[in-house]
C-alpha cells in the first residue's frame, strides 16, 4: 500500500495546530487544543488545571447561547460616552460585542461581554453606561471605582422634570394676603385668611358634608383666567341623596357666625356637577378625588380666597426620601 507522505505531515500538522481527539482506556474522549492551547492559556492535552480554564473553554451548554463555564461578571456604571477599557490595557469586548480569552503577561482572564437580551440586567442611569468585566478582577488595582447599577441609582440626584410658570397678576396661586396673625390667638389657632383655598362643602341644612380645596382652572395655574372648581374627596360626597342640595362655601373663618376677628363675610357657591375618578373605590379609599363644579365664577378678590397650585407635571411630587419613620 503506497503512503502519501506529504498529506500525512500537513494531516498531522493539522492536527497539532487545531483541535484533535484521542480515545482513552475508559473510552471516553477528550478534546486536546494542540498549539493554541498556549495562546488561549489553556491546556494542551485538555486535563483540567486547577483554573479549570480548560473544561470552561471546551465544555458547552446545550441549552440556549451561553457558555457552561462562563464567569460571573461585575457590571459598573461609567459616564455616557467614555469607552469601557478592558483593566489590562486591551480593547474592551463588552463595548465590541464579542467573547473571547486571551492570555496577557503573567495574567489569565476573560473579560465577558455584556449579558444576552434574555438575562435580566438592572440598566444605568439614563446619564451612565454599563461597563462589564470579570468578577474575579479587582478593578480598585488598576485605580477604577466600581458603581453597580442599583448604587448608581440609589446616588443619583433626583431632577423634577418640569419648570413651574406662574402667570404674573395681582394675586398668584398659593399665596396668601395678610400680614401677620391677628392677635388674641390662641396656640395653634389659625388668622383669617391664613389658609385661603380652603373651603367647605354643606347640604341645603348646611349640615357639613367635607372640606374642600379652590383649584385654578386649568394646570397653567393662571389666576387672571376665572375658575369654577374646587377638589375634594371623592368619598364624603356618599351622604349625598339624590335631591341633596351640595353648596361650596369660601373664605369662611367662624362657620357658627360673622364674629370678630373677621373683617369680611364668606361667600356660597352651588355644585352644579360632580367629576368623580372613574376608578374610585369606596371600600379601598383609592383614586378618592372629585372635581366639583360651581354656578359661577368664584371670586379671587375676596381677601381670604385663592386658588391651590396644581402640579405643572406628573413627576413634581415622585421624589421619595426616608424620614426615619417610613418613605415620604
Excluded at 448604587?151 to 410658570?165: F, H, I, K, Y
Excluded at 341633596?244 to 362655601?249: F, G, M, N, P, S
Amino acid at each position: 500500500m503506497k503512503v502519501d507522505l506529504l498529506a500525512l505531515s500537513t494531516s498531522l500538522a493539522m492536527c497539532q495546530l487545531l483541535v484533535c481527539t484521542t480515545a482513552q482506556d475508559t473510552g471516553s474522549i477528550k478534546t486536546r487544543l494542540g498549539l493554541l492551547a498556549s495562546d488561549l492559556g489553556l491546556d494542551p492535552t485538555a486535563e483540567s488545571s486547577s483554573s479549570g480554564q480548560s473544561s470552561d473553554f471546551t465544555d458547552a451548554s446545550s441549552t440556549g447561547n451561553e457558555l457552561s463555564g462562563r464567569s460571573p461578571q461585575q457590571c459598573c456604571c461609567e459616564p455616557l460616552g467614555t469607552q469601557c477599557e478592558e483593566p489590562f490595557g486591551g480593547s474592551d469586548l463588552v463595548g465590541s460585542g464579542l467573547i473571547g480569552a486571551r492570555k496577557k503577561p503573567r495574567v489569565n482572564t476573560r473579560i465577558v461581554n455584556r449579558p444576552s437580551t434574555l438575562e435580566k440586567v438592572q440598566s444605568c442611569p439614563a446619564s451612565q453606561q454599563t461597563c462589564c468585566y470579570d468578577a474575579s478582577i479587582d478593578l480598585s488595582v488598576f485605580g477604577k471605582t466600581c458603581l453597580n447599577p442599583q448604587q448608581a441609582l440609589q446616588n443619583l440626584p433626583w431632577t423634577q422634570g418640569c419648570q413651574e410658570s406662574q402667570p404674573q397678576g395681582s394675586k398668584q396661586c398659593g399665596t396668601r394676603n395678610y400680614n401677620r396673625p391677628v392677635s388674641g390667638l390662641t396656640h395653634g389657632q389659625a388668622s383669617p385668611g391664613d389658609f385661603p383655598w380652603t373651603c367647605l362643602l354643606l347640604n341645603q341644612n348646611n349640615d357639613f358634608v367635607g372640606s374642600c380645596a379652590i383649584i385654578p382652572n386649568d394646570f397653567s395655574n393662571n389666576n387672571n383666567a376665572p375658575t369654577r372648581k374646587v377638589i375634594t374627596a371623592a368619598h364624603k360626597l356618599k351622604v349625598l341623596g339624590e335631591t341633596d342640595l351640595l353648596k361650596v362655601r369660601a373664605g369662611e373663618y367662624d362657620a357658627s357666625g360673622f364674629n370678630d376677628p373677621e373683617a369680611q363675610n364668606h361667600e356660597e357657591y352651588t355644585v352644579t356637577r360632580i367629576l368623580k375618578h372613574p376608578q374610585m373605590s369606596n371600600s379601598r379609599l383609592s383614586n378618592d378625588i372629585a372635581i366639583l363644579y360651581v354656578d359661577r365664577d368664584i371670586n379671587l378678590n375676596h381677601p381670604y380666597v385663592n386658588t391651590a397650585c396644581l402640579p405643572s407635571c406628573e413627576n413634581q411630587f415622585d421624589y421619595q426620601f426616608s424620614n426615619g419613620t417610613g418613605v415620604r
